[in-house]
């Protein structure tokens, strides 16, 4: 067994029994996973190793650091990394339309009721619960596979130093570059040699995973008003296939594009925009929905939530089966190693971030203690703790 902890499960492929439970999962997750990338992978990560024990933890994260070294959602190519590692090329379809699927619906409906009424819904009460239950479970998630990467002292001190590091603004993916760096220069050392080939394999685990593709994207002109599907469609395709970082990056991408170039949308239109993508669950790039859905209705909805997540399953598909030949290279492994620890401090970074907005108040650290107890403890699963207290949080707003 200690010979295999790092391989991933064999995935026959047609296996119609393995598809149908990514699905199940994916939906489920899909639905309720609030919070942001940190949190979806913590949840990931308890339903896939935890309770299902499809994926060792290790496995895990050297997926998550393959995630982290490509363009586009991180939470949404981990969801596509996990379905191609159990049931293949269907795996990897099924289990990332399904996680983008309910965000992409929820914000459609969102959508609709913007355009006819004029407003956002006004969700700020069960939101008021929800995000420092969310904190707990980014909390959990840290905590496990922080243990796992803390199993050796380089991947421990990487990730101490990536959260600082964050911490004070600097960038993420240049963080995790150094990160692998830092550790394939310490393998090289170590072993004091170059060790098996291993350029393929980095080449596909880098930022330039798939340059052709991406260069090309990259390489679309800028077009002109007025909007057509066609011209939505490249804009959203180029952002999938560049966009490296968090939510607020792609607000940058967004606001320069569709606002100072293209003048398709005012600033108010693109707030309201990405404030539906924050408190929707899901993916936040379910903005490129509501956004689609604005300029030109149901097809315009389509068009750009395709376009935005197309590269995702590209890049995966890719990338996913060099994840084990980088494992069994030692100096690759020292990359990787490294890297992991850095994805690590990261969510650690928004760990610490999200609980500056999310706990104002003596209620709110309430919620959070006790959704902490709840997932600790009482070992309760974070949808059922995310449920309950949205319920809380509702309660508190409306009667208090």
Same mark, same amino acid.
């Given at each position: 067994?200690?010979?295999?902890?790092?391989?991933?499960?064999?995935?026959?492929?047609?296996?119609?029994?393995?598809?149908?439970?990514?699905?199940?999962?994916?939906?489920?997750?899909?639905?309720?996973?609030?919070?942001?990338? /940190?949190?979806?992978?913590?949840?990931?990560?308890?339903?896939?190793?935890?309770?299902?024990? *499809?994926? !060792?933890?290790?496995?895990?994260?050297?997926?998550?650091?393959?995630?982290?070294? @490509?363009?586009?959602?991180?939470? !949404?190519?981990?969801?596509?990394?996990?379905?191609?590692?159990?049931?293949?090329?269907?795996?990897?379809?099924?289990?990332?339309?399904?996680?983008?699927?309910?965000?992409?619906?929820? !914000?459609?409906?969102? #959508?609709?009721?913007?355009?006819?009424?004029?407003?956002?819904?006004?969700?700020?009460?069960?939101?008021?619960?929800?995000?420092?239950?969310?904190?707990?479970?980014?909390?959990?998630?840290?905590?496990?596979?922080?243990?796992?990467?803390?199993?050796?002292? %380089?991947?421990?001190?990487?990730?101490?130093?990536?959260?600082?590091?964050?911490?004070?603004?600097?960038?993420?993916?240049? &963080?995790?570059?150094?990160?692998?760096?830092?550790?394939?220069?310490?393998?090289?050392?170590?072993?004091?040699?170059?060790?098996?080939?291993?350029?393929?394999? &980095?080449?596909?685990?880098?930022?330039?995973?798939?340059?052709?593709?991406?260069?090309?994207? /990259?390489?679309?002109? #800028?077009?002109?008003?007025?909007? !057509?599907?066609?011209?939505?469609?490249?804009?959203?395709?180029?952002?999938?296939?560049?966009?490296?970082?968090?939510?607020?990056?792609?607000?940058?991408?967004?606001?320069?594009?569709?606002?100072?170039?293209?003048? *398709?949308?005012?600033?108010?239109?693109?707030?309201?925009?990405?404030?539906?993508?924050?408190?929707?669950?899901?993916?936040?790039?379910?903005?490129?929905?509501?956004?689609?859905?604005?300029?030109?209705?149901?097809?315009?909805?389509?068009? #750009?939530?395709?376009?935005?997540?197309?590269?995702?399953?590209?890049?995966?598909?890719?990338?996913?089966?060099?994840?084990?030949?980088?494992?069994?290279?030692?100096?690759?492994?020292?990359?990787?190693?490294?890297?992991?620890?850095?994805?690590?401090?990261?969510?650690?970074?928004?760990?610490?971030?999200?609980?500056?907005?999310?706990?104002?108040?003596?209620?709110? *650290?309430?919620?959070?203690?006790?959704?902490?107890?709840?997932?600790?403890?009482?070992?309760?699963? /974070?949808?059922? %703790? @995310?449920?309950? #207290?949205?319920?809380?949080? *509702?309660?508190?707003?409306?009667?208090?």
């Amino acid at each position: 067994m200690m010979g295999q902890e790092r391989t991933s499960p064999a995935a026959p492929a047609g296996d119609r029994g393995r598809v149908g439970e990514l699905a199940r999962l994916f939906l489920k997750l899909g639905t309720i996973a609030f919070g942001g990338p /940190a949190a979806h992978l913590a949840m990931m990560e308890d339903e896939v190793v935890r309770r299902r024990g *499809w994926l !060792t933890r290790e496995y895990f994260l050297d997926l998550v650091g393959a995630a982290n070294l @490509i363009p586009g959602p991180n939470s !949404t190519e981990m969801a596509i990394h996990i379905g191609m590692t159990r049931a293949r090329i269907p795996g990897l379809a099924v289990a990332g339309a399904c996680f983008i699927l309910p965000a992409t619906l929820i !914000t459609l409906a969102f #959508a609709w009721a913007y355009v006819r009424f004029g407003a956002l819904p006004q969700a700020g009460a069960l939101l008021y619960g929800v995000k420092p239950a969310v904190l707990a479970v980014v909390l959990s998630g840290v905590w496990r596979l922080g243990l796992t990467a803390a199993k050796k002292p %380089v991947p421990a001190a990487v990730g101490l130093a990536v959260a600082g590091l964050s911490l004070a603004g600097l960038s993420e993916i240049l &963080l995790l570059l150094a990160s692998g760096a830092l550790g394939l220069a310490l393998a090289a050392w170590k072993h004091r040699r170059r060790g098996p080939p291993m350029a393929p394999a &980095l080449w596909a685990l880098s930022p330039l995973a798939a340059p052709g593709f991406a260069a090309v994207a /990259a390489a679309i002109p #800028a077009v002109a008003p007025p909007v !057509t599907l066609t011209a939505l469609g490249l804009f959203f395709l180029k952002i999938g296939s560049v966009l490296f970082g968090t939510g607020y990056v792609l607000v940058a991408f967004l606001e320069r594009g569709l606002v100072h170039e293209f003048r *398709w949308l005012t600033q108010p239109q693109l707030l309201d925009a990405i404030a539906i993508g924050q408190f929707t669950p899901g993916p936040v790039l379910s903005t490129a929905t509501f956004i689609g859905y604005v300029l030109a209705g149901v097809p315009g909805a389509l068009v #750009a939530t395709a376009a935005i997540f197309f590269p995702s399953f590209v890049f995966v598909a890719i990338t996913n089966p060099w994840v084990p030949r980088l494992r069994r290279a030692p100096l690759a492994a020292g990359f990787l190693d490294a890297v992991n620890g850095g994805s690590v401090g990261l969510m650690l970074a928004v760990l610490i971030t999200l609980g500056r907005g999310a706990l104002v108040d003596v209620p709110a *650290w309430g919620i959070g203690i006790a959704a902490a107890l709840a997932i600790f403890r009482f070992r309760v699963a /974070a949808p059922w %703790v @995310i449920l309950g #207290a949205a319920i809380v949080g *509702w309660a508190i707003r409306a009667f208090l």
